[in-house]
């Protein structure tokens, strides 16, 4: 089950750990790309898979449907974890997502997110002043 927050470093090589408890879950080899909210997402290749099904069966006559999914699939690259368990961040999304050294792994169920730990920080403090009111509209929802 992929769910927790842990925060680890990326070295001078962009390699980043993933955390033991994550590593069966996804397998060998992972998808990461362009997340929402400037922060990169994590996908095994099962998961992976689904996201894309999805995308490719949105309707690409609208042009919010078109550009998500532009991003989505052309930000996405296949990496492999290495014997220690960790993942090369390519450059181009360590810059999208502004990672610096230390960054937050958060597991989301389905995928996992990676943070600066700075931009983490502030977006839980914003989100949570607020969790009381977005949990009475979920309520309303039935959720």
Aim: hydrophobic share 40%; with cysteine.
């Amino acid at each position: 089950m992929l769910i927790g927050e842990y925060k680890h470093t990326i070295d001078d090589k962009r390699r980043l750990a993933i955390p033991a408890k994550f590593r069966k879950e996804l397998g060998k080899k992972v998808i990461i790309t362009k997340g929402l909210e400037n922060c990169l997402f994590v996908y095994s290749e099962k998961k992976w898979m689904k996201v894309m099904d999805k995308l490719e069966n949105m309707p690409t006559v609208q042009s919010g449907a078109r550009s998500f999914s532009r991003i989505m699939l052309a930000g996405a690259m296949e990496v492999n974890l290495d014997r220690l368990g960790r993942i090369l961040i390519p450059e181009y999304l360590k810059k999208y997502a502004g990672l610096k050294r230390n960054v937050v792994i958060c597991g989301l169920s389905n995928k996992l997110e990676i943070w600066d730990v700075e931009k983490w920080e502030m977006y839980k403090e914003k989100v949570e002043k607020d969790f009381d009111s977005v949990s009475e509209k979920l309520g309303e929802l039935g959720i």
